[in-house]
Structure formats: structure tokens, C-alpha cells
């Protein structure tokens, strides 16, 4: 069973920095995309960041550009999401998640994505 397990999240104050990370389990990363999404409380689960299985290749939300980086550690089965400039907007249930397939996009949309994380909370204050 393919799973991820998400860490790093809390309690921040509008400008601070976090960074997430998800240990997956159950196969290799290696050759799969990796996504990020968030969802806030009333609202739909939103694609925040992707990256490439080899991680030559990533995509932001407009929201995060500039703001977030996504990274991978094949190696450690691990992917990454570094969140500086933290504000109240990015406060949500963030969600790890992969593809069932290889490929070579970086996908962004959330049917693309087969298996997901439990979620970690972030919260931040102004």
C-alpha cells in the first residue's frame, strides 16, 4: 500500500517559515511526480506545488510563487515544501500525494493524483 506521511506542520505568525515533509512508504518516489495541495476550512482541496520524479521539473499555484519551494530526496523517499513568507491565506490541512502511474509531467490537478497523505495542519497567525 502506497502511503505519505506528512510532517513539519503548526503554529506560525504571518511571516515566519516552515517546511513540510513527506515520508512515503509503500514504493519507491523515485519514478513518480510528487504534489502538494492544501485545503482550507468551507473550501476545496487546491493544488499548491509539483515536481518532476527527477525533480528537474516543478510547478507553484500562483498563490505560493515565489513563496514556496518543492523538493525531493529520492534517496530518503522524501519530498519536501519549503514555506517562507508565511500569511492568514496559507492556513489549511496540507496534503502530500502521488501519481498511480510514471510519467514525465508534473500534473497539477488533483484527479491526477491516486494516493494521499493523512495531511498536516498549518496554522498561522497574523
Known amino acids: 500500500q502506497v502511503e505519505g506521511v506528512e510532517s513539519g506542520g503548526g503554529s506560525v505568525e504571518s511571516g515566519d517559515s516552515l517546511r513540510l515533509s513527506c515520508a512515503a512508504s509503500?514504493?519507491?518516489?523515485?519514478?513518480?511526480?510528487m504534489g502538494w495541495f492544501r485545503q482550507a476550512p468551507g473550501k476545496d482541496r487546491e493544488f499548491v506545488a509539483a515536481i518532476s520524479w527527477s525533480g528537474s521539473s516543478t510547478r507553484y499555484a500562483d498563490s505560493v510563487k515565489g513563496r514556496f519551494i518543492i523538493s525531493r530526496d529520492n534517496a530518503k523517499n522524501t519530498v519536501y515544501l519549503q514555506m517562507n513568507s508565511l500569511n492568514r491565506e496559507d492556513t489549511a490541512v496540507y496534503y502530500c500525494?502521488?501519481?498511480?502511474?510514471?510519467?514525465?509531467?508534473?500534473?497539477?490537478?488533483?484527479?491526477?493524483?491516486?494516493?494521499w497523505g493523512q495531511g498536516t495542519q498549518v496554522t498561522v497567525s497574523p
Open positions: 500525494a502521488t501519481v498511480r502511474s510514471m510519467t514525465q509531467s508534473v500534473p497539477i490537478q488533483r484527479y491526477e493524483y491516486t494516493y
Open positions: 509503500g514504493r519507491p518516489v523515485s519514478p513518480y511526480p
